[in-house]
C-alpha cells in the first residue's frame, strides 16, 4: 500500500520529439514532509512538477498523487493539490482581494466564507495593506506571496512550489521558508523544486536530484552529505551532477600543481 | 487506497459565473481596451456618415441626392455594417484576454484547479457577448442621434440584439482559439485584424452589385452579408427574407461550432 506516500513516481518518462528530458524517474515523498528537487537548469525538474500537477502527460511510467493516479483520475489530483509555478499566476488587473476571493469561488466557498478566507490569507501573507490595488503596482515579493496565498485557498494536502524564492529578497526567502515550515507542520506534503542548496539544506527533510532524465540521489540532507563524504549539499550537487567538468577541473589543477 | 474519493469535477455552472465576473472585473480595470470596442465603431459611423456619407448615399439609394439627403440615406444603409462591426471589435478583444491568460501562467493555475475546464474560455467569451452588446447599444443610439428613425418594433430590436448577441459568441470563440494559438499577445492582436476586413468586403458599406465580378461573388457568399442584411430587414422592419436569414444563422452556427472546437483543441495542448 502506498497510502503513506502524497507522492508517488515510479519510471516516469517523457520526451518532446527525440528529446528526452525524464528517463525513468523515481520519487516518493512522504505524505507531511518537505521534499526538495534539485537539479542542474534543464534536468527536468519543472517538467516533473509539471506532470505531478496534471498540467503535462507522462509518456511512460506510473505518477500517483494524494492517492490518485494522474492520467486515469486528474480531478481528483487537483482537487488535492496547490500549485505554485515559476511564472507568477496572478491576475494583473485584478486587485489581491479580488484575485483571493476569485479563487475562493473557483474552490465553491460561499460569498462570506471566500471572504473571510480571502481576508485571513491577505492578513497571513502580510498583504492587508497594498490589498486594494491592482497587482500590476506590486512588488516582485508580494506578488510571490500572493500566488502562494491563491495556491493555499483550497488548503490544499500536496503543495507543489516551482523555485518559489527565485527573485526574492533575503528577508522574502526567510519569509516563505517560515510559510513552508507551517505547512509542514499543520501536516501538508510540499515538494518544491530550487536552485538553492542552502535553502534544500535547511528546509527539506529529503533532497532528490534530477539528473539526466534520472533522480541520481535521495535521502536526507545528512544522509547525502556523508555518503558522498562532502561538507555541504553544494559538493554533492557538483559530485552528482557534472562529474566530466569536476574531473577536468581536478586534473588541469593536478597538472598545474 | 480502498475508497477512492469521488472528486468534484467543477461545477459547469458556478465556475463559468466566476469566470464572467472576473472578465467583467477586468473589462472595468482596463477600460482601454473596452472603450476601443464602443469607440472605433462610433468613430467610423461618425466618419462614413458625415465624410463620405453625402456624395455615397446618393449610390446606394436610387433617386437620392447628394449632401443631407445622401448623409441621412447612407446613415440607413451602413448601420448593420457599423453594428457588425461593433461586434467584430469586441470579439477580437477576446483574443487578447486569452493570450494574456495564457501567457501570465493564470490560465496553468485554472487547468491545476478542479473547476470545469470549459469555464475558463467560456467565460471570457460570455463576458465579450456582454461587451459586444453595450458596443451595440452604443452604435444604434448613435444613429438614432444622428436621425435614424428604423422602423422596427419592439421584436425587431430584440431580433436584432439577439443575433448580434450570437454573432458575437460565435466569433468570440473563433477568437478565443486565434487567442490561444498566438506566441504572443502582440500576435493575439493582430491575427483577428482580419475579420475587421470583412464587413467592408460585402454588403455593408455600397451595395454588392456596384463590385467587379470577382468581388462580387466573395461579398455575396462570404459570410457577414447575410448577417448584414437581415440586420438590415429587421431595423427596417420589412419581412425577412427566408434564404438569408438561415445563411446567416447557418454562418454563425458553424463559425462558432468551428470556433469552439478549435479552441478546445488549444485548450487540451500542452504548453511548454
Redesign the interface.
Known amino acids: 500500500m502506498t497510502?503513506d506516500l502524497a507522492v508517488d513516481v515510479r519510471g516516469l518518462r517523457k520526451s518532446?520529439g527525440d528529446h528526452s528530458v525524464l528517463d525513468g524517474v523515481d520519487l516518493a515523498v512522504p505524505a507531511g514532509t518537505v521534499t526538495a528537487l534539485l537539479g542542474p537548469n534543464g534536468a527536468g525538474k519543472t517538467t516533473t512538477v509539471g506532470i505531478l500537477?496534471?498540467?503535462?502527460?507522462p509518456d511512460g511510467g506510473t505518477v500517483r498523487v494524494a492517492?490518485?493516479d494522474v492520467v486515469a483520475?486528474p480531478?481528483?489530483v487537483?482537487?488535492?493539490?496547490g500549485?505554485t509555478?515559476?511564472?507568477?499566476?496572478?491576475?494583473?488587473?485584478?486587485t489581491g482581494t479580488?484575485n483571493l476571493r476569485?479563487?475562493a469561488?473557483?474552490?465553491?466557498l460561499g460569498r462570506r466564507e471566500a471572504r473571510e478566507r480571502a481576508d485571513a490569507l491577505l492578513e497571513r501573507f502580510d498583504l492587508v495593506a497594498a490589498a486594494g490595488k491592482?497587482v500590476s503596482t506590486w512588488s516582485g515579493g508580494m506578488r510571490r506571496r500572493l500566488d502562494l496565498a491563491?495556491?493555499l485557498v483550497?488548503s490544499p494536502s500536496v503543495v507543489f512550489l516551482d523555485e518559489p524564492t527565485t527573485g526574492l529578497d533575503p528577508r522574502s526567502r526567510r519569509a516563505l521558508w517560515g510559510e513552508v515550515r507551517a505547512l509542514v507542520a499543520g501536516g501538508t506534503t510540499i515538494l518544491l523544486t530550487t536552485q538553492y542548496l542552502e535553502e534544500a539544506d535547511r528546509l527539506a527533510d529529503a533532497v532528490a536530484v534530477l539528473d539526466g532524465g534520472r533522480v541520481v540521489a535521495q535521502g536526507s540532507p545528512a544522509e547525502l552529505k556523508s555518503a558522498h563524504q562532502a561538507g555541504s549539499l553544494d559538493d554533492v550537487f557538483l559530485r552528482l551532477t557534472d562529474p566530466s567538468t569536476l574531473s577536468t577541473a581536478e586534473q588541469s589543477t593536478e597538472e598545474v600543481a | 487506497m480502498t475508497a477512492v474519493a469521488v472528486a468534484p469535477a467543477g461545477r459547469p455552472l458556478a465556475d463559468t459565473l466566476t469566470m464572467l465576473r472576473r472578465n467583467l472585473l477586468r473589462a472595468v480595470r482596463y477600460p482601454g481596451l473596452t472603450g476601443f470596442t464602443v469607440g472605433i465603431p462610433v468613430v467610423l459611423m461618425l466618419l462614413f456618415v458625415y465624410v463620405f456619407g453625402g456624395a455615397l448615399g446618393a449610390g446606394v439609394a436610387p433617386g437620392v441626392t447628394a449632401g443631407a439627403q445622401g448623409r441621412a440615406a447612407y446613415l440607413d444603409y451602413i448601420t448593420p455594417a457599423i453594428v457588425l462591426f461593433a461586434v467584430v471589435g469586441a470579439a477580437q478583444s477576446v483574443a487578447i484576454t486569452a493570450a494574456m491568460d495564457a501567457t501570465s501562467g493564470i490560465m496553468a493555475r485554472f487547468k491545476t484547479m478542479a473547476i470545469a475546464p470549459g469555464s475558463v474560455l467560456g467565460g471570457p467569451v460570455l463576458g465579450t457577448v456582454v461587451q459586444g452588446l453595450v458596443a451595440v447599444v452604443a452604435v444604434l443610439g448613435l444613429a438614432v442621434a444622428l436621425g435614424l428613425r428604423p422602423a422596427a418594433g419592439a421584436g425587431g430590436w430584440l431580433a436584432v440584439a439577439g443575433l448580434a448577441a450570437l454573432v458575437t459568441f460565435a466569433l468570440s470563440w473563433l477568437c478565443v482559439a486565434m487567442g490561444l494559438a498566438a506566441r504572443s499577445v502582440e500576435t493575439a492582436s493582430n491575427t483577428p485584424m482580419l475579420l475587421t476586413a470583412l464587413p467592408f468586403l460585402g454588403s455593408g458599406f455600397v451595395p454588392v452589385e456596384t463590385m467587379p465580378a470577382g468581388v462580387r461573388w466573395f461579398a455575396e457568399h462570404q459570410p457577414f452579408t447575410p448577417v448584414i442584411e437581415t440586420t438590415r430587414s429587421l431595423l427596417a422592419g420589412t419581412g425577412l427574407d427566408t434564404s438569408t436569414t438561415v445563411q446567416a444563422l447557418a454562418w454563425t452556427v458553424a463559425i462558432g461550432a468551428a470556433g469552439y472546437a478549435w479552441s478546445r483543441s488549444l485548450y487540451r495542448r500542452e504548453r511548454r
Do not use: F, K, N
Open positions: 497510502t518532446y500537477s496534471t498540467l503535462l502527460r492517492g490518485h483520475q480531478e481528483a487537483r482537487a488535492a493539490i500549485v509555478g515559476q511564472v507568477s499566476a496572478v491576475d494583473d488587473l485584478l479580488e476569485i479563487v469561488s473557483l474552490h465553491h491592482p491563491m495556491t483550497g
